[in-house]
């Protein structure tokens, strides 16, 4: 059934609040992650130094980590910016970008979940299906076939975590200890720009800094996100003019629009 998320009344939210968003983000899509932000009308800033993230992390309203470029000392500084996070109450995003491509890798994801508290936990369905527990490995940071169940990965790790987990693929599933919700906007074109998965995480971090009930930011800002690439995708010839007109469309979007092609289901 369709719900009652309204995801224009959060979009109108971040566009009159333009709430700071903090990233500690991968270095292939830092600036999409930053425009997709500013394209909402929120103000993006992308400080890694560990000198200064907590200090950083205290103006923001909401917390972006992407481990997609991981390196030691990059680990350590987002665990204390998201300590800062954790401290000032704000929402704390994870990307889980790559998990299940090395150990070393999934050791750090595993860190980060252990020693901060994590709000928001999102990945691709074979990324999610690792931090979940099963033995998967990844292309890199493309997803592979994860099989049936993966609704039931996606609640077993919300319980487990006591976080809002978002799995992004055809359709993008949101679980937390209420339910799931199943959000079917987007276009296969989404496959094939590099960094489409990072801005979705910038996206649900600019909705979450301005609504306290994670799954219903979380899809709210899928759907929106999902609705722009389809506008976009309509008007576009291959992936460049795709990205070009996924920003613009993302910045003209209005409540008719959003209402007529909206599709978030329980």
């Known amino acids: 059934m369709t719900t009652t998320i309204n995801p224009f009344d959060l979009l109108q939210k971040v566009r009159r609040d333009s709430p700071v968003i903090h990233h500690l983000t991968n270095w292939v899509t830092i600036y999409d992650c930053a425009q997709i932000v500013k394209t909402l009308g929120a103000s993006p800033v992308m400080a890694h130094a560990p000198e200064e993230v907590a200090g950083m992390t205290q103006i923001a309203a909401a917390l972006v980590l992407n481990v997609g470029t991981l390196t030691y000392d990059f680990i350590e500084a987002m665990k204390i910016a998201a300590a800062s996070a954790n401290q000032k109450g704000i929402p704390v995003i994870l990307d889980v970008c790559g998990a299940g491509a090395t150990e070393w890798r999934d050791r750090k994801i595993f ?141 003209s979007l209005d409540q008719s629009t959003i209402e007529r092609m909206q599709r978030i289901e329980m």
């Open 111 to 251: 860190e980060l979940l252990d020693q901060v508290k994590i709000n928001v936990i999102k990945g691709n369905a074979s990324e999610i299906a690792r931090v979940s527990g099963a033995a998967i490995r990844t292309k890199g940071v493309d997803s592979t076939e994860v099989g049936a169940g993966l609704e039931t990965l996606a609640r077993t790790l919300s319980e487990a975590r006591r976080a809002t987990v978002v799995v992004t693929g055809e359709v993008d599933i949101v679980a937390d200890d209420r339910g799931i919700c199943r959000v079917r906007n987007g276009v296969p074109m989404m496959t094939r720009v590099v960094g489409t998965g990072c801005m979705a995480a910038s996206v649900i971090g600019a909705f979450a800094a301005v609504e306290p009930d994670r799954r219903r930011a979380a899809a709210s800002a899928l759907a929106c996100y999902g609705i722009a690439a389809e506008l976009a995708a309509a008007q576009s010839l291959g992936p460049a003019s795709f990205k070009d007109a996924l920003f613009d469309c993302l910045s």
